[in-house]
């Protein structure tokens, strides 16, 4: 369980003493207890990777926030909080393997973008964030 491992890797950022590890865990773990707590009942993998997801989405946000400012210092902060945040999310696919799902699923030329979305995201939930799945999917039904 993903709860588990975030906990595991808190504790071991405690003893180390990484800050900035530290503070992201903390946020992960407080997001999943909070999830947890609204639904009243034990999360299923596809809702962890959506919280954890949604804080990627929210350090990418962060990111384009502090390039526009020229912050080099906040720069650097944001990119170690997505490369720790990314950690618990499976495998990114390429734009190709998303691609081939798609098709595969049925997704083909001249399809509706809405309808074509449907089939995506439960499809590529986890796997892909929602940019590069929708820039995949409009070159396929342009």
């Known amino acids: 369980m993903l709860k588990t491992e975030v906990f595991e890797q808190l504790k071991k950022a405690m003893k180390e003493k ?10 992960l773990k407080s997001a999943l207890d909070l999830a947890e707590k609204e639904k009243g009942a034990a999360l299923t993998a ?5 919280i954890v997801n949604r804080e990627v989405k929210q350090t990418n946000q962060a990111l384009e926030g502090a390039q526009k400012a020229e912050r080099a210092d906040l720069i650097e902060k944001e990119e ?18 998303i691609a081939e799902k798609l098709v595969a699923a049925g997704v083909e030329k001249g399809m509706n973008m809405g309808a074509a979305m449907k089939i995506a ?9 929602g940019a590069v799945i929708s820039k995949v999917v409009k070159s396929i039904i342009a």
């Open 18 to 27: 990484d800050i900035l590890a530290k503070g992201v865990l903390t946020l």
């Open 121 to 129: 995201k439960p499809l590529l939930s986890g796997q892909a964030e």
């Open 80 to 97: 170690a909080k997505l490369v720790l945040l990314k950690s618990f999310l499976p495998k990114q696919l390429s734009e190709q393997e």
């Open 46 to 50: 596809e809702e962890e990777i959506a």
